[in-house]
């Protein structure tokens, strides 16, 4: 069996409060995008999960597959064989959700060769205890989400384009990331700004982009473009080569911008390998 897991995009990002148990509450407009990993899985004799990647990931409990799977057979009671590929395409530590994708195709697959035990709430349910966007990662599309991401709603995105998604040097911790905005918001004490984005749903719903751009935000890049001066170089050179919009996805460095045909992207994409940025070029799906 095949999948493939598709990296996550966010297109409005807002911190609302710092929780008792040491997370946060997020309101996010989450928007899946056709750069994916390619996950090939086949069962195996005995019980437990076999991972192969290029050499260049952990292959133990720290790697998301490896937890999704552990969770999934703890959830059943009833481990049997699997043995996992991963062909490697989403950048890691990029704001894209890669880790997250990966695990949220390895519980689908399970669930699949487990003669779809689970229903995809309860799929959610198990994944939500992996990380906090896998919940996402399987259900896909466009999703405002609250909580920790956990909680969902489905919304129309009419918007049309082609995406460039960018990310150049280091990429950032998203503990750290977290760490610097408890750090300028006094922990969220006094609580985040009070985050509605009905005018970019609006706009998404209508699919006028006009009306969009400037409702798209992420509190994290007030933090992370000191840290990665690179973030603001590659959203501005987007700018510049015909973005009608750029933003920096998740906790970042990754950066995505929309254009209006290929031909204006392909050429973004040109002039960000120039200055030594990995470049995809991809769509909303």
């Known amino acids: 069996m095949e999948l493939k897991a598709y990296a996550k995009i966010n297109l409005y990002l807002d911190v609302t409060a710092k929780r008792q148990d040491g997370y946060h509450d997020l309101v996010t407009v989450m928007q899946s995008v056709s750069l994916a990993d390619t996950l090939t899985f086949s069962r195996t004799a005995g019980e437990g999960i076999v991972l192969h990647t290029d050499g260049a990931l952990p292959t133990d409990d720290s790697n998301l597959i490896c937890r999704a799977a552990n969770a999934y057979f703890a959830r059943t009671g009833k481990p049997f064989g699997i043995s996992v590929d991963l062909e490697k395409r989403i950048p890691m530590q990029a704001g894209l959700g890669g880790g997250s994708a990966d695990a949220a195709a390895t519980l689908k697959a399970l669930n699949q060769m487990d003669g779809n035990r689970f229903s995809v709430q309860e799929l959610c349910e198990i994944g939500a205890a992996v990380g906090a966007d896998v919940p996402f990662c399987i259900v896909g599309g466009t999703q405002l989400c609250r909580g920790i991401g956990e909680v969902m709603e489905s919304v129309p995105n009419r918007l049309t384009g082609t995406l460039v998604i960018a990310i150049g040097r ?116």
Request: with cysteine.
């Open 170 to 285: 280091e990429g950032v911790s998203t503990p750290v990331a977290f760490k610097e905005l408890d750090r300028k918001y006094d922990d969220f004490k006094h609580g985040g700004r009070k985050a509605c984005p009905s005018a970019l749903l609006k706009a998404m719903q209508t699919g006028d982009i006009t009306a969009a751009t400037p409702q798209f935000m992420n509190l994290f890049e007030e933090v992370v473009c000191v840290m990665r001066p690179f973030v603001g170089e590659i959203r501005n050179l987007m700018l510049k080569n015909g973005a009608v919009a750029a933003m920096m996805s998740g906790s970042g460095p990754s950066v995505w911008g929309l254009f209006e045909n290929e031909q204006q992207a392909e050429a973004a994409q040109q002039e960000l390998q120039a200055i030594g940025a990995r470049v995809f070029v991809c769509h909303f799906i």
